[in-house]
């Protein structure tokens, strides 16, 4: 980054102490205008607050080019009062050199320049004022130049009236309007609606920077308007001397054609005339030749005194030429000085940031370190957690599992207690053997119902232990992750329960029969406390 680019984003960063405005888009403007048209004013009312002291007086307020800076609505306005033309107390090449200190005033270079009219007759002051910005400036000026009308109080209708009673009734005043591209606007000092005022002179300054693609008056700008002015000052000495030239030719050509018509006056009379006309003729040539002489003599000293007014001129030139490079080189001088400061500053502020860039990763590295110390807690309390769970798990397998035991024994139980029953049947069927066909068939066909009973209350065994193995394996499922919150962990084992319980509930409901015989004597309580066990809503009856 260059000094002066470094010099530019310290002075933006510093304009504003409580609110940082690099941020906002920015726009560089410059009061121009003749003293007492209000340029102050004009400026308090643009920023919305008393920014410059304006002061009614035929004198100029402003001295010195003064900057003050402000936000509205979303953009950053800095403006620079310069001081008025025409001023009775300051020397006008002392105004001069303000109006171009302007432009270096705003790096890299205003965006618009208001000239400020007040509101009018247009009179030949005003025109005179113009003229010395374009000399001082440039003709490019009116390129970048909004005209502001100020004491719009006194006008009725605003901006309408502007044109009907002011562009539309002065010729001048309408052809510097087109030359600043029509635009123009009404300032009213003391009005309420300050605000809309502003937001339609920013408008037309929109309208500028589209017009010149963004671009900003530069230095380049200024340096090519003061050759042009130097080329015209020559062009302007050039046909001066070109002038006293041909006056000089045109005054011979006089005197030949005078002395011409004399010789041929005299060759026209008579012999005896000829000696009085050739004393005359000398008389006349004496005369003539006095009189070129005479006019010799004062084209001479008119050219020695041309020559010595043009030696003084250049003279003067080089030395204002002097005077101006001393004082660049003064304020170069101060410049660098400037800029070593600001460097120095900028520099330590660079140590300041690293310090506290230093500062922000050592707090970034302790919060990392708590955050880490956190992260284990809250895993070993979370392995904590799932460690219960499985302790939790564990007890009710082992429930279940001395539950499956328990109904194991009690259909063992209840086997034996059949194949002992069927003994006794055979038995009995032994003894009732002349008892009717029809009996014994009935009988017969009573054992076969309680065998199928039997083979349905097996299928339920097998379809209980196969739910306690889907069970322990979700369970072992569960263990394996390790995201899931507290909440999930407890909630889980529930609806696995109940989605394992609830599953085969119609299938069954689907198995249950009605048992009659010895079947309901001997098996009925065992089943029912199993089916109840497992969450079923049914009974064998």
Same mark, same amino acid.
């Given at each position: ?7 530019a ?7 504003k ?8 888009? @920015? ?9 007492g048209?209000g ?6 009312s ?12 035929s004198?100029?307020?402003t ?14 306005? $800095? ?10 107390q ?8 303000e ?13 618009? #320049? ?12 005003d025109? &005179?004022?113009?003229?010395q910005?374009? &000399?001082?400036?440039?003709?490019d000026?009116?390129? #970048?130049?909004? =005209?502001?009308? /100020?004491?719009?109080?006194? +006008? ?9 009673c ?14 600043c ?16 005022q ?14 010149n693609?963004?671009?900003? #008056? ?12 130097e ?7 050039? /046909?001066?001397?070109e ?29 005896? @005339?000829?000696?009085?006309?050739r ?8 005369r003539?030749?006095? +009189? ?11 050219? &020695?005194?041309?020559?010595k007014?043009?030696k ?11 005077? %101006?490079?001393?004082e660049e080189?003064?304020?170069r001088?101060?410049?660098r000085?400037?800029l ?9 502020? /660079? ?35 799932e ?20 109904? $194991? ?12 029953r069927?003994?006794? %049947? ?7 053997? @002349? ?11 009573? =054992?076969?119902a ?12 097998w379809?209980? /232990? ?37 599953k ?6 689907? +198995? ?14 065992? %089943? ?11 009974? %064998?009856?």
């Amino acid at each position: 980054m260059s000094t002066l680019s470094r010099l530019a984003s310290f002075s933006s960063f510093s304009t504003k102490g409580k609110k940082d405005s690099s941020s906002l888009p @920015e726009v560089r403007l410059v009061l121009l205008g003749k003293t007492g048209s209000g340029k102050s004013s004009t400026g308090n009312s643009i920023l919305c607050r008393k920014a410059f002291e304006p002061r009614v007086s035929s004198s100029s307020a402003t001295h010195r080019c003064r900057r003050a800076c402000g936000d509205f609505r979303g953009r950053h306005l $800095t403006l620079l009062d310069t001081p008025g033309l025409l001023d009775t107390q300051q020397p006008p090449a002392e105004v001069q050199q303000e109006l171009k200190r302007s432009v270096a005033l705003l790096f890299p270079g205003p965006h618009v #320049f208001l000239l400020v009219v007040p509101v009018g007759r247009f009179t030949k002051a005003d025109e &005179e004022a113009v003229c010395q910005i374009r &000399e001082t400036l440039g003709p490019d000026v009116l390129d #970048f130049s909004v =005209v502001v009308f /100020t004491h719009g109080d006194t +006008l009725e209708e605003g901006a309408a009236a502007a044109k009907d009673c002011l562009i539309d009734g002065s010729l001048d005043l309408a052809e510097l309007v087109a030359k600043c591209g029509g635009r123009y606007c009404v300032f009213n000092n003391r009005t309420a609606k300050n605000k809309e005022q502003v937001s339609e002179l920013l408008t037309l300054v929109d309208g500028v920077l589209e017009a010149n693609e963004g671009k900003c #008056f530069s230095n380049a700008m200024l340096r090519r308007a003061e050759e042009e002015t130097e080329r015209g000052k020559e062009e302007a000495a050039k /046909t001066l001397r070109e002038e006293e030239e041909r006056k000089k030719q045109e005054q011979e050509k006089v005197v030949r054609q005078w002395y011409q018509g004399q010789l041929k006056r005299v060759e026209l009379k008579s012999v005896k @005339e000829m000696e009085e006309m050739r004393r005359s003729q000398m008389l006349a040539r004496e005369r003539t030749e006095t +009189l070129i002489r005479e006019k010799e003599e004062a084209l001479r000293v008119t050219r &020695e005194e041309n020559a010595k007014k043009e030696k003084e001129w250049k003279i003067q030139e080089v030395m204002q030429m002097m005077a %101006i490079r001393l004082e660049e080189e003064k304020k170069r001088e101060a410049l660098r000085g400037k800029l070593e400061h600001l460097a120095q500053t900028l520099e330590e502020q /660079t140590e300041r940031e690293q310090k506290m860039k230093r500062d922000m990763e050592e707090m970034i590295q302790k919060e990392k370190a708590e955050n880490e110390k956190r992260e284990r807690d809250r895993e070993q309390q979370q392995l904590q957690k799932e460690q219960a769970i499985r302790q939790r798990e564990e007890l009710k397998r082992a429930a279940l599992q001395k539950e499956q035991d328990r109904l $194991t024994q009690a259909l063992e139980e209840q086997k034996r207690k059949e194949e002992k029953r069927e003994k006794q %049947i055979a038995t009995q069927i032994n003894m009732e053997r @002349e008892q009717s066909q029809m009996e014994r068939q009935r009988e017969i066909e009573n =054992v076969k119902a309680e065998k199928r009973r039997n083979d349905a209350l097996q299928r339920q065994l097998w379809l209980i /232990t196969s739910q306690l193995e889907e069970h322990k394996a979700g369970r072992n499922g569960n263990a394996k992750k390790g995201g899931l919150n507290n909440h999930s962990d407890k909630s889980c084992p529930e609806m696995d329960g109940k989605a394992i319980t609830e599953k085969p509930k119609e299938d069954r409901c689907s +198995l249950v029969r009605p048992v009659s015989g010895y079947v309901h004597e001997m098996g009925l309580v065992a %089943i029912n406390a199993g089916l109840e066990h497992v969450g079923s809503q049914c009974n %064998i009856q």
